[in-house]
């Protein structure tokens, strides 16, 4: 377990949407290092995570991919509130020597460039704050009924949170695969969540499920796990 640096709450999301925009983002950075470097490049990756949490004026989330992902996939979370000050700021890191030598470092451990998607954040179920593993389950939106696919992805996450508690984000996105839905569901433990998946199958959660048939493109759904190290 990496040393943590930063962790402030997220605070209660939902409190802060309006009627048009929502204010909230969250920048996803997915990374695969080399399965035969996974020790010297977690380190190096945990290092790089810390170095701008000490650094940066915005805090990062790191995870490790359990399930879903490849081998040796590690992903960040970051909290955007401007997307516009956030680039400019990332801008000037990358004119600073240190974040530079920080970058390279490990750089060299991945298999590919970062692969960035940005969030927007529609909806949270119950109050979210920085947990130790989140379950994403994320499906493509029909395009011509993304709105109420949106609307539906609402309802899937409220039940679940008021059946078992579970903290659920909903978040779309345009970039990459254009009408993605995902949940982000936040769980203290492994356990927890195992806990959580029994009490899916009341017949209030069925029925919401039941009604995404022609809204999403059932063949796209995904899901990953992950766990939190910094």
């Known amino acids: 377990m990496a040393t943590q640096v930063k962790a402030k709450p997220l605070g209660a999301l939902n409190q802060q949407r309006t009627e048009t925009k929502l204010i909230m983002q969250?920048?996803?950075?997915?990374?695969?290092?080399?399965?035969?470097?996974?020790?010297?490049?977690?380190?190096?990756?945990?290092?790089?995570?810390?170095?701008?949490?000490?650094?940066?004026s915005f805090d990062?989330?790191?995870?490790?991919?359990?399930?879903?992902?490849?081998?040796?996939?590690?992903?960040?979370w970051i909290r955007i509130e401007d997307y516009g000050?956030?680039?400019?700021?990332?801008?000037?890191?990358q004119a600073d020597?240190?974040?530079?030598?920080?970058?390279?470092?490990?750089?060299?451990?991945?298999?590919?460039?970062?692969?960035?998607?940005l969030w927007d954040i529609s909806h949270v179920a119950g109050e979210l704050e920085p947990s130790n593993v989140i379950a994403q389950i994320s499906v493509q939106a029909l395009p011509r009924q993304l709105g109420k696919a949106k609307l539906w992805a609402i309802k899937m996450a409220d039940s679940m949170n008021r059946r078992d508690g579970t903290i659920t984000v909903v978040a779309t996105t345009d970039w990459g695969t254009p009408n993605t839905i995902r949940w982000f569901c936040h769980y203290e433990s492994l356990d927890s969540l195992e806990a959580c998946e029994d009490n899916l199958v009341g017949s209030d959660h069925l029925f919401t499920l039941n009604g995404s048939e022609e809204l999403v493109n059932s063949s796209t759904i995904q899901s990953e796990l992950t766990r939190r190290i910094i």
């Open 60 to 76: 990062v989330y790191a995870y490790a991919g359990v399930l879903g992902y490849p081998r040796g996939t590690v992903a960040t």
């Open 26 to 56: 969250i920048l996803q950075t997915i990374s695969k290092i080399r399965i035969d470097s996974l020790g010297p490049g977690m380190t190096a990756y945990t290092n790089a995570v810390n170095w701008l949490n000490e650094n940066a």
């Open 97 to 117: 020597d240190r974040y530079l030598a920080v970058a390279s470092s490990v750089g060299s451990y991945f298999v590919e460039n970062p692969n960035d998607t």
């Open 85 to 93: 000050l956030f680039v400019e700021e990332h801008a000037s890191l």
